[in-house]
């Protein structure tokens, strides 16, 4: 990483807004290699530089990673005027660091959403080029026969008529409440609702479950995040 202006370097850690960094700046408040700096514009090694703010170290991470389990009823956005997005759910601090979701989940849907600075890291993951599976659970209204893990094996064909990539079906229930698993590789518009449809079942009710090798911490309730550890980060290509 080259060198970046001070006041950069505070902003991107997500301390406090570029004024108030400003101000704390001004007045003194930081110093970089035991000298107080008192010019916003003094440039830092990211690498080997040591700033405190108010006497405490701020390490620099160029790229941050979360994982949310998404809550029914929020919408995959990073701003929207009347409905609450996945980012109204992270405090300010996390938001001041640029941060997007990986791909979408829909309003109704819940479960894993990684949450992310890293645009490289989001692209690979996204990409269906490098099959990166997602696992999702579904509650249909009908067992759909046994019939539709070849179908989904084979690709079916979606409303629109393009065919989906071969997926992973199983079942964890046909009676009752019918549960199903499915892992597929991409993520087109309301992806796994369109292939179940193409075998004649509805989603009732969706939850991604894992993105790669990684698995949403089941610890996590419907609204809750907490950072990825550095296992998981390097399983899905973040950088550490
Ligand atoms: N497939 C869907 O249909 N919806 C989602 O939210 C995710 C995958």
């Known amino acids: 990483m080259p060198k970046i202006r001070l006041d950069k370097f505070l902003k991107d850690q997500g301390i406090a807004s570029r004024s108030e960094l400003k101000s704390f700046i001004k007045k003194g408040m930081?110093?970089?290699?035991?000298?107080?700096?008192?010019?916003?514009?003094?440039?830092?090694?990211?690498?080997?530089?040591?700033?405190?703010l108010d006497g405490r170290p701020v390490?620099?991470?160029?790229?941050?990673?979360?994982?949310?389990?998404?809550p029914k009823g929020v919408i995959t956005a990073t701003e929207d005027k009347r409905l609450e997005t996945v980012l109204d759910l992270l405090p300010e601090n996390i938001r001041r660091r640029d941060?997007?979701?990986?791909?979408?989940?829909?309003?109704?849907?819940?479960?894993?959403?990684?949450?992310?600075n890293?645009?490289?890291?989001?692209?690979?993951?996204?990409?269906?080029?490098k099959h990166v599976t997602k696992l999702y659970e579904a509650v249909l209204d009908v067992y759909p026969g046994n019939e539709a893990v070849k179908a989904f094996e084979e690709g079916v064909i979606?409303?629109?008529?393009?065919?989906?990539?071969?997926?992973?079906?199983?079942?964890?229930?046909?009676?009752?409440?019918v549960v199903a698993r499915v892992e597929v590789f991409e993520g087109k518009f309301h992806q796994v609702k369109r292939m179940f449809k193409a075998v004649g079942a509805t989603v009732l009710e969706l939850k991604r479950l894992r993105?790669?090798?990684?698995?949403?911490?089941?610890?996590l309730k419907p609204g809750e995040f907490r950072e990825l550890t550095r296992e998981e980060i390097l399983l899905l290509g973040g950088k550490v």
Not at 121 to 127: E, P, Q
């Open 30 to 52: 930081v110093q970089v290699n035991n000298e107080t700096v008192k010019d916003p514009g003094t440039h830092v090694d990211t690498d080997k530089d040591i700033v405190l």
């Open 59 to 70: 390490v620099y991470k160029e790229f941050v990673y979360y994982m949310l389990n998404k």
């Open 99 to 116: 941060v997007f979701p990986v791909g979408r989940l829909d309003k109704d849907t819940e479960g894993l959403l990684l949450i992310t």
């Open 118 to 129: 890293d645009g490289n890291f989001a692209h690979n993951l996204l990409s269906p080029k």
């Open 158 to 177: 979606l409303d629109d008529g393009y065919k989906a990539m071969p997926a992973k079906l199983e079942f964890l229930s046909t009676e009752g409440k």
């Open 211 to 219: 993105m790669g090798e990684v698995w949403l911490d089941e610890t």
